[in-house]
């Protein structure tokens, strides 16, 4: 009987120092492996930050924060400027998910440059990356619109743009031979009197408007931050209303007698013709064109068009300089999609994304590489535990044999 009463207590130390060793097991949960996110866009300088977000790709967490930082630790909350950038993304796993303590974390797909940081009880963690902001050429959005004006009167004219750092206007005659900068000296010394305003901005005054800039057409430049991309707006005409003077009338003349008639002279012999001297032909001028403002694009280049009748010039030819994003994750039963955006023109088109296989449950052998330290201090309390019930039970079962001895 004793040896039973021995047996039972023995099942039974074994059974609760079972449930003492794996008290989190039965709702442990998923071990989270990969922390993904995101990223519609990088920072590009003169950005606003609202453009640019941060979108949660996996299951099992959620983003709690999204915060970039200025290399003097400073945090953004405007626009984007030049130099480095820290992203810095918070997340929380969710019910009785854990983050491994090794997980590793990828933004758009990469895990380069991504340093992932874990909570000591792995219920946070934390990806951050250093980006360093791009430089996008602009992009002109609105042109300025043409003027009909007094002489001695004022005009203003308005563009629009993105990315753009600085402004230059110029000034063309109507003969398209003679180009000034709207600040330049000569402006002043070609049209005395005539006001300049807004010279580097978005907004051109023009006051004090001589006769002479009629027919004149003004154009804006958009520059980027480097001042190495730039682009144009369409021309804006001048026109100068005149005064065409009144034709005077001719008086008529009074009425006078015929005189006789007089005997014709006799018709002299009219001299032989001269040959006459080939003109020397002249150099023809060189072509001038008027470039659009928009982009010409297909799969691979672009362009700017020549604007002129049968006219097929073209400028600032290159291939397209693409930034990809995820606009649709790709699942076990369908393929996602990537976005690809030209940061000069604007084209965009898309290519497919292949599946990646997420992590897989944790194999039982591998638990104690994977099991978060809180699960590792309570098995190593229950282990213990179940060493000192198997030992006060031997001291037990030693202590009833001698008695019954």
């Known amino acids: 009987m004793v040896k039973r ?197 978005d907004r051109l005054f023009l006051r004090n408007i001589p006769l002479a800039l009629d027919g004149w057409r003004l154009q804006c430049y958009f520059y980027s931050v480097d001042k190495i991309s730039y682009a144009k707006s369409n021309f804006a005409l001048i026109t100068v209303r005149h005064e065409e003077p009144e034709p005077t009338a001719t008086p008529e003349p009074e009425p006078s007698p015929s005189p006789s008639p007089s005997p014709s002279p006799s018709p002299s012999p009219s001299p032989s013709p001269s040959p006459s001297a080939k003109p020397t032909p002249s150099p023809s001028p060189t072509p001038t064109h008027n470039f659009s403002a928009d982009w010409s694009m297909d799969k691979e280049k672009h362009w700017r068009a020549c604007t002129d009748k049968d006219c097929k010039e073209v400028s600032e030819e290159g291939e397209h300089e693409m930034r990809w994003i995820v606009t649709r994750e790709a699942t076990k039963d369908a393929a996602g999609e990537e976005t690809g955006t030209c940061r000069v023109c604007g084209y965009k088109t898309t290519r497919p994304l292949q599946y990646v296989e997420p992590e897989k449950a944790v194999p039982f052998q591998d638990l104690a590489q994977k099991i978060n330290p809180a699960m590792m201090t309570t098995i190593l309390c229950g282990i213990s535990g179940f060493l000192v019930l198997v030992l006060l039970g031997v001291l037990i079962n030693g202590i009833v044999k001698r008695r019954r001895r």
């Not at 009880?121 to 992009?139: G, H, K, M, N």
């Not at 007094?150 to 402004?167: C, E, H, I, K, L």
């Not at 010394?189 to 010279?199: A, C, D, M, R, T």
């Open 5 to 201: 009463i021995g047996a039972l207590i023995l099942c039974l130390c074994m059974c609760v120092t079972l449930l003492l060793a794996f008290p989190v097991s039965a709702a442990a949960g998923k071990v989270i492996e990969h922390v993904l996110c995101s990223l519609n866009y990088p920072p590009v300088a003169l950005m606003e930050l609202q453009y640019v977000s941060v979108t949660c790709s996996g299951t099992g967490y959620h983003i709690t924060d999204v915060s970039w930082y200025a290399a003097d630790g400073s945090k953004v909350t405007s626009q984007f400027g030049t130099g480095q950038y820290t992203l810095v993304v918070s997340y929380e796993a969710e019910a009785d998910n854990v983050f491994s303590p090794t997980a590793d974390g990828y933004i758009n797909n990469s895990g380069g440059a991504v340093t992932t940081t874990i909570s000591g009880d792995c219920r946070y963690a934390t990806l951050s990356r250093v980006y360093q902001a791009e430089i996008w050429a602009p992009i002109a959005i609105k042109s300025p619109g043409d003027e009909i004006v007094d002489p001695g009167g004022w005009a203003s004219f308005v563009v629009s743009s993105m990315y753009t750092a600085s402004y230059d206007w110029v000034l063309l005659s109507p003969d398209q031979e003679t180009v000034y900068l709207s600040n330049d000296v000569d402006v002043q010394n070609h049209f005395p009197g005539l006001i300049v305003e807004g010279q580097d901005s």
